[in-house]
Nanobody, 116 residues
């Protein structure tokens, strides 16, 4: 059974930091590009950050460049999103996504709320 389990979300003040984790199982993690996608209330889903299967290339939304960092540990089948200098507009449900040419898997999401 394929599983993507996100953790690390919560309530944080503006300017604070959070680290999201996504533990994968049920598929060959090394064969998949991993990404984080978020959805704020009333808005469409937005790609936040992505990393290739080998970790050799990354992509970030302009809105998070310089503040967020995606990383992966293929030995632990886990992808991370380090979020610094958080802003209220970062409030959203954050989803982990695993994708290759044949398959596309999503986690259940974790809520991140940035508020004072």
């Amino acid at each position: 059974e394929v599983q993507l389990v996100e953790s690390g979300g919560g309530l944080v003040q503006p300017g604070g930091s959070l680290r999201l984790s996504c533990a994968a199982s049920g598929f060959t993690f090394d064969d998949y590009a991993m990404s984080w996608v978020r959805q704020a209330p009333g808005k469409e889903r937005e790609l936040v950050a992505a990393m290739s299967s080998t970790g050799g290339s990354t992509h970030y939304a302009d809105s998070v460049k310089g503040r967020f960092t995606i990383s992966r540990d293929n030995a632990k089948n886990t992808v991370y999103l380090q979020m610094n200098s958080l802003k209220s507009e970062d409030t959203a449900v954050y989803y982990c996504r695993a994708r290759n040419y044949d398959y596309d898997y999503w986690g259940q999401g974790t809520q991140v709320t940035v508020s004072s």
